[in-house]
């Protein structure tokens, strides 16, 4: 790459402005150096300034987020742009002496990484803006997940205080079913229930689409528990109250979810990678959309170790005297390490091969995380090999 490309710039990317250094082949002189607005207009004068001197080769340090906008306008006029991981800029920083962080010098370094050290830098392209929402809608998947356990374990809580036995009469998969959460949204709780009665409860519950053969039995159980407790507890029509709140809220979630699990199959059905990743055992559309997100394209790894160490599951050399061992550094993309290792520890329930191997990592005295981070490590290398050689998982 040191030799395809006239003039380097790097750009430490930030929210109203960045700051740019660029510089010619070889010549440790900046021939560019300042700041640029983040508008359209200032870039786009960036970028026909930089070509002015030849070829260019453009790197920043954020690839998405405030930097989207910069790598867009890159993208979108063909220019050659690169990205350099955080992790990546940490380490060629301790190379400069004396270096303190600013932004000028930041972009300086960025310029000379990419003129020096390329094989640091992570090419960008077209594709990356399918990856680039991949990661968005996993990101709000997961986010919604966490709300939707939060308000589930609230919601749960408010019916067992005001009535215990409707509380146990509903496991989680009932008490959060559609049908449930309709009539929590409606009624409310206990009292709401008992006002409207039993008969007019199920005449509406059975006009629900796709519901007429549920609702007896979940009205009935309802009820049935609702029998079992004459005395109201303090405070109750405020909690029915929430409890209502918080039903509709969960409905509105779990429709949000659905829809962001239909864009990201449409998402992954367009990459041929997704359906080798997801015949893997424990990669569902989920962990598809966040490993793909993640990684943009395995093209841009080397080898499955890169990916591995990039991943954060890569395992460091700790040393000292006579005392040498092997540990996973907290580093690394961390979302994507959650992925991979969420997705060992399905595996390890319906995969003989993983389950074994995780079993194997246990007898040798490792904790449960060191086994399925080794579980997950290893399931790198075959996603790796599947990939390049398009090739399905095997049992």
């Known amino acids: 790459m040191a030799r395809e490309y006239d003039f380097y710039i790097g750009i430490d990317i930030g929210k109203s402005f960045h700051h740019a250094v660029g510089r010619k082949a070889g010549d440790a002189e900046k021939t560019i150096d300042r700041r640029v607005e983040q508008s359209e207009e200032a870039i786009v004068e960036l970028i026909e300034e930089a070509n002015a001197y030849g070829r260019v080769c453009f790197a920043v340090d954020q690839a998405s987020d405030v930097g989207g906008l910069f790598v867009a306008i890159c993208?979108?006029?063909?220019?050659?742009i690169r990205y350099l991981p955080t992790y990546a800029m940490r380490q060629a920083a301790r190379l400069y002496p004396g270096y303190a962080k600013t932004d000028a010098i930041d972009a300086a370094v960025i310029a000379d990484v990419a003129m020096r050290m390329p094989d640091l830098l992570i090419p960008l392209s077209e594709r990356d803006a399918r990856a680039e929402e991949?990661?968005?809608?996993?990101?709000?998947?997961?986010?919604?997940?966490?709300?939707?356990?939060?308000?589930?374990?609230?919601?749960?809580?408010?019916?067992?205080?005001?009535?215990?036995?409707?509380?146990?009469?509903?496991p989680r998969e009932k008490m959060f079913g559609k049908l449930a959460l309709q009539i929590f949204a409606r009624y409310g709780g206990p009292d709401g229930l008992r006002v409207a009665?039993?008969?007019?409860?199920l005449r509406w519950a059975e006009k629900k689409p796709r519901q007429c053969t549920r609702a007896p039995r979940l009205v009935?159980?309802?009820?049935?528990?609702?029998?079992?407790?004459?005395?109201?507890?303090?405070?109750?029509?405020?909690?029915?109250?929430?409890?209502?709140?918080?039903?509709?809220?969960?409905q509105n979630v779990f429709s949000e979810m659905e829809r962001l699990d239909a864009r990201m199959v449409e998402l992954l059905d367009g990459l041929p990678e997704a359906a080798i990743l997801r015949s893997m055992p424990g990669i569902g559309n989920v962990w598809c959309a966040v490993i793909l997100g993640a990684i943009g394209g395995f093209e841009r790894f080397p080898s499955a170790g890169h990916l591995a160490s990039y991943a954060g599951l890569a395992p460091g050399r700790w040393e000292s005297g006579t005392s040498i061992r092997g540990s996973v550094k907290p580093r690394g993309n961390g979302q994507l390490k959650n992925a991979l290792r969420q997705a060992a520890q399905s595996a390890v329930q319906c995969d003989e091969r993983s389950r074994a191997y995780y079993e194997k990592k246990r007898s040798e005295g490792r904790s449960h995380g060191q086994a399925i981070s080794a579980l997950a490590r290893r399931r790198v290398d075959v996603m790796y090999a599947m990939v390049k050689n398009g090739e399905m998982y095997s049992i």
């Open 197 to 201: 009665g039993r008969e007019k409860v």
């Open 75 to 80: 993208l979108h006029r063909g220019e050659d």
């Open 134 to 170: 991949l990661a968005i809608l996993s990101s709000q998947h997961a986010f919604l997940s966490r709300e939707s356990v939060r308000i589930q374990l609230r919601m749960r809580g408010m019916v067992a205080r005001i009535c215990p036995e409707l509380e146990r009469a509903l």
């Open 220 to 250: 009935g159980e309802m009820f049935e528990a609702l029998g079992s407790q004459t005395v109201r507890v303090a405070g109750a029509s405020s909690m029915e109250r929430c409890i209502s709140a918080d039903a509709s809220i969960l």
